[in-house]
Nanobody, 123 residues
Framework: QVQLVESGGGLVQPGGSLRLACAASGSIASINAMGWYRQAPGKQRELVAG???????NYADSAKGRFTISRDNAKNAVYLQMNSLKPEDTAVYYC?????????????????WGQGTQVTVSS
């Protein structure tokens, strides 16, 4: 079983910064793409940023120039540095990972999600 645990959310003033972290643990053979999603009240979950195992990144238009995604493959971790935060960035942020997991000698693909961390941008 694979678990993703996020940390780093909180309350920040507009223009401030936060750094989210997500660590994967469990029966992991490899982790492919990782990403951060967010869901604001009354809205659908949306992709914020993604990163491949080799480090190629993509961002939502709303995140470009303000957010930076990175990962540490040795630690099975992904990070999201968020700068110049705006009130519209307020949401629950979720970590996602495409994992090749194993159970005994059985290997299988697993789309894993963290429990979410609240980010609130308000004065």
């Amino acid at each position: 079983q694979v678990q993703l645990v996020e940390s780093g959310g909180g309350l920040v003033q507009p223009g401030g910064s936060l750094r989210l972290a997500c660590a994967a643990s469990g029966s992991i053979a490899s982790i492919n793409a990782m990403g951060w999603y967010r869901q604001a009240p009354g809205k659908q979950r949306e992709l914020v940023a993604g990163i491949t195992r080799r480090g190629s990144t993509n961002y939502a238009d709303s995140a470009k120039g303000r957010f930076t995604i990175s990962r540490d493959n040795a630690k099975n971790a992904v990070y999201l540095q968020m700068n110049s935060l705006k009130p519209e960035d307020t949401a629950v942020y979720y970590c996602n990972a495409g994992v090749t997991a194993y159970r005994g000698t059985l290997y299988y693909a697993d789309d894993c999600w963290g429990q979410g961390t609240q980010v609130t941008v308000s004065s």
